[in-house]
Protein backbone atom coordinates (compact mmCIF):
# COMPACT_ATOMS: atom_id res chain seq x y z
CA UNK A 1 0.00 0.00 0.00
CA UNK A 2 2.77 2.30 1.19
CA UNK A 3 4.48 1.49 -2.18
CA UNK A 4 1.17 2.54 -4.29
CA UNK A 5 0.96 5.94 -2.31
CA UNK A 6 4.67 6.65 -3.22
CA UNK A 7 3.71 5.75 -6.99
CA UNK A 8 0.89 8.15 -6.67
CA UNK A 9 2.72 10.70 -4.86
CA UNK A 10 5.27 10.51 -7.78
CA UNK A 11 2.63 11.25 -10.51
CA UNK A 12 1.11 13.36 -8.98
CA UNK A 13 4.01 15.49 -8.15
CA UNK A 14 5.10 15.11 -11.91
CA UNK A 15 1.46 16.52 -13.30
CA UNK A 16 1.78 19.44 -10.88
CA UNK A 17 5.39 20.09 -12.35
CA UNK A 18 4.39 20.29 -15.97
CA UNK A 19 1.30 22.49 -14.73
CA UNK A 20 3.92 24.83 -13.45
CA UNK A 21 6.00 24.78 -16.35
CA UNK A 22 2.94 25.21 -18.79
CA UNK A 23 1.75 28.25 -16.62
CA UNK A 24 5.33 30.04 -16.61
CA UNK A 25 5.24 29.58 -20.43
CA UNK A 26 1.92 31.45 -20.91
CA UNK A 27 3.18 34.07 -18.60
CA UNK A 28 6.36 34.66 -20.50
CA UNK A 29 6.03 33.58 -24.07
CA UNK A 30 5.46 36.05 -26.63
CA UNK A 31 1.85 36.12 -28.54
CA UNK A 32 2.41 33.82 -31.11
CA UNK A 33 0.74 34.42 -34.57
CA UNK A 34 -2.71 34.84 -35.10
CA UNK A 35 -3.60 34.78 -31.30
CA UNK A 36 -5.81 37.48 -30.31
CA UNK A 37 -3.89 40.26 -28.14
CA UNK A 38 -7.49 41.63 -28.03
CA UNK A 39 -10.80 41.89 -27.77
CA UNK A 40 -12.90 38.77 -26.38
CA UNK A 41 -14.38 35.36 -27.55
CA UNK A 42 -17.27 36.32 -28.93
CA UNK A 43 -17.79 36.93 -32.63
CA UNK A 44 -20.25 38.98 -34.87
CA UNK A 45 -22.41 37.22 -37.60
CA UNK A 46 -21.75 38.21 -41.06
CA UNK A 47 -24.21 36.48 -42.45
CA UNK A 48 -26.86 38.88 -43.79
CA UNK A 49 -26.85 40.85 -47.57
CA UNK A 50 -24.98 38.98 -49.25
CA UNK A 51 -25.31 39.30 -53.22
CA UNK A 52 -25.23 35.64 -54.84
CA UNK A 53 -24.12 35.33 -58.83
CA UNK A 54 -25.46 31.67 -60.05
CA UNK A 55 -25.22 31.59 -63.93
CA UNK A 56 -25.56 35.10 -64.11
CA UNK A 57 -28.61 35.75 -62.36
CA UNK A 58 -28.15 37.86 -59.38
CA UNK A 59 -30.28 37.16 -55.75
CA UNK A 60 -30.03 38.36 -52.10
CA UNK A 61 -29.55 35.62 -49.62
CA UNK A 62 -28.90 35.66 -46.05
CA UNK A 63 -26.43 32.35 -44.97
CA UNK A 64 -26.32 29.61 -44.33
CA UNK A 65 -28.73 28.75 -47.16
CA UNK A 66 -28.98 26.25 -49.47
CA UNK A 67 -28.68 27.26 -53.33
CA UNK A 68 -30.88 24.13 -55.68
CA UNK A 69 -29.26 23.29 -59.03
CA UNK A 70 -25.83 25.12 -57.97
CA UNK A 71 -23.98 21.72 -57.76
CA UNK A 72 -20.91 21.36 -59.66
CA UNK A 73 -21.38 25.42 -60.71
CA UNK A 74 -19.54 28.50 -59.48
CA UNK A 75 -21.01 30.79 -57.57
CA UNK A 76 -19.84 34.27 -56.76
CA UNK A 77 -21.22 35.68 -53.47
CA UNK A 78 -20.84 39.48 -52.37
CA UNK A 79 -21.07 42.10 -49.65
CA UNK A 80 -19.57 44.79 -47.83
CA UNK A 81 -16.86 44.11 -44.82
CA UNK A 82 -18.56 45.63 -42.01
CA UNK A 83 -16.88 49.37 -40.23
CA UNK A 84 -16.34 47.44 -37.04
CA UNK A 85 -13.37 45.54 -38.72
CA UNK A 86 -10.26 45.89 -37.06
CA UNK A 87 -6.35 44.68 -37.23
CA UNK A 88 -6.19 41.24 -35.56
CA UNK A 89 -9.89 40.27 -36.55
CA UNK A 90 -10.07 37.07 -39.10
CA UNK A 91 -12.95 36.09 -41.28
CA UNK A 92 -14.15 32.58 -40.55
CA UNK A 93 -16.18 29.96 -42.50
CA UNK A 94 -16.60 26.30 -43.05
CA UNK A 95 -16.42 24.94 -46.29
CA UNK A 96 -18.56 22.19 -47.21
CA UNK A 97 -16.79 20.07 -49.84
CA UNK A 98 -16.33 23.07 -52.14
CA UNK A 99 -13.27 25.42 -53.53
CA UNK A 100 -13.26 29.07 -52.17
CA UNK A 101 -11.27 31.83 -53.01
CA UNK A 102 -12.02 34.69 -50.94
CA UNK A 103 -11.48 38.64 -52.43
CA UNK A 104 -11.21 41.43 -50.38
CA UNK A 105 -11.39 44.73 -52.50
CA UNK A 106 -10.33 42.51 -55.08
CA UNK A 107 -7.07 41.22 -53.64
CA UNK A 108 -7.03 37.42 -53.25
CA UNK A 109 -6.55 36.80 -49.42
CA UNK A 110 -7.38 33.28 -48.75
CA UNK A 111 -8.39 30.48 -50.56
CA UNK A 112 -8.87 26.71 -50.12
CA UNK A 113 -9.29 24.60 -53.08
CA UNK A 114 -8.50 20.89 -54.94
CA UNK A 115 -5.33 22.83 -56.42
CA UNK A 116 -3.49 23.17 -53.18
CA UNK A 117 -3.74 19.64 -52.17
CA UNK A 118 -2.47 16.64 -54.13
CA UNK A 119 -4.14 13.54 -54.85
CA UNK A 120 -7.60 15.32 -54.14
CA UNK A 121 -9.39 16.84 -57.12
CA UNK A 122 -13.42 16.43 -56.81
CA UNK A 123 -14.55 15.57 -53.37
CA UNK A 124 -12.25 18.14 -51.40
CA UNK A 125 -12.93 17.80 -47.37
CA UNK A 126 -14.47 20.10 -45.53
CA UNK A 127 -12.40 22.88 -43.31
CA UNK A 128 -12.28 25.86 -41.77
CA UNK A 129 -11.34 28.96 -43.57
CA UNK A 130 -9.78 31.86 -41.70
CA UNK A 131 -9.05 35.15 -43.43
CA UNK A 132 -6.76 37.93 -41.44
CA UNK A 133 -8.16 41.17 -41.13
CA UNK A 134 -7.03 44.60 -40.72
CA UNK A 135 -8.45 48.06 -40.33
CA UNK A 136 -7.72 49.00 -43.68
CA UNK A 137 -10.01 46.18 -44.54
CA UNK A 138 -13.25 48.14 -42.98
CA UNK A 139 -16.28 49.09 -45.41
CA UNK A 140 -14.20 47.32 -48.66
CA UNK A 141 -16.06 45.32 -50.74
CA UNK A 142 -15.50 41.34 -50.24
CA UNK A 143 -16.28 38.84 -52.58
CA UNK A 144 -16.16 34.98 -52.29
CA UNK A 145 -16.02 32.11 -55.44
CA UNK A 146 -17.65 28.94 -54.67
CA UNK A 147 -17.51 25.76 -56.58
CA UNK A 148 -19.98 23.76 -54.82
CA UNK A 149 -18.49 19.88 -55.74
CA UNK A 150 -21.05 17.87 -53.60
CA UNK A 151 -23.17 19.75 -51.23
CA UNK A 152 -25.31 22.85 -52.39
CA UNK A 153 -25.32 25.22 -49.65
CA UNK A 154 -23.41 28.02 -47.98
CA UNK A 155 -22.36 27.78 -44.76
CA UNK A 156 -22.63 30.67 -42.16
CA UNK A 157 -19.55 33.18 -41.72
CA UNK A 158 -18.50 35.25 -38.72
CA UNK A 159 -16.01 37.55 -38.11
CA UNK A 160 -14.00 37.25 -34.42
CA UNK A 161 -10.33 37.97 -32.93
CA UNK A 162 -7.98 35.84 -33.80
CA UNK A 163 -8.09 32.17 -32.95
CA UNK A 164 -11.59 33.30 -30.71
CA UNK A 165 -13.34 32.96 -33.55
CA UNK A 166 -12.45 28.92 -32.90
CA UNK A 167 -14.35 29.41 -29.76
CA UNK A 168 -18.09 29.65 -31.64
CA UNK A 169 -17.57 25.87 -33.25
CA UNK A 170 -15.66 24.69 -30.24
CA UNK A 171 -18.49 25.76 -27.82
CA UNK A 172 -21.40 24.90 -30.16
CA UNK A 173 -19.24 20.82 -30.51
CA UNK A 174 -18.36 20.08 -26.64
CA UNK A 175 -20.15 17.02 -26.14
CA UNK A 176 -18.19 15.71 -29.57
CA UNK A 177 -14.96 16.78 -28.42
CA UNK A 178 -15.96 15.66 -24.57
CA UNK A 179 -16.81 11.96 -25.90
CA UNK A 180 -13.31 12.03 -28.16
CA UNK A 181 -11.40 13.00 -24.74
CA UNK A 182 -13.31 10.04 -22.99
CA UNK A 183 -12.33 7.53 -25.82
CA UNK A 184 -8.28 8.29 -25.91
CA UNK A 185 -8.68 7.83 -22.21
CA UNK A 186 -10.09 4.69 -22.02
CA UNK A 187 -7.66 3.73 -25.02
CA UNK A 188 -4.80 4.56 -23.01
CA UNK A 189 -5.84 2.90 -20.11
CA UNK A 190 -6.67 -0.32 -22.48
CA UNK A 191 -3.26 -0.45 -23.60
CA UNK A 192 -1.70 0.26 -20.29
CA UNK A 193 -4.23 -3.15 -18.84
CA UNK A 194 -3.07 -5.18 -21.86
CA UNK A 195 0.57 -4.28 -20.83
CA UNK A 196 0.00 -5.34 -17.29
CA UNK A 197 -1.83 -8.19 -18.20
Given amino acids: ?4 NTYI ?5 GLLLVAIFFFMLGMF ?4 EGEAYTGDFAT ?6 WNAFVDG ?3 VIDLPTGIKGAKGKEIVIEN ?3 SYVDTGMRLFMRTAHQNAYVYIDGELRQSYSSDNLEHVRKYLPSAYVMVDL ?6 KPISIHFTLNDQEKINAICIGYGN ?8 KNIPVVAMACILIVVGILAVIVHIVM
Avoid: H, Y
Avoid at 29 to 32: H, I, L, S
Avoid at 134 to 139: F, L, S
Fill in 29 to 32: AKTP
Fill in 164 to 171: NAWFAPFL
Fill in 57 to 59: ENS
Fill in 80 to 82: TLP
Fill in 1 to 4: MKRC
Fill in 44 to 49: QDFNSG
Fill in 9 to 13: QIVAN
Fill in 134 to 139: TIEDAG
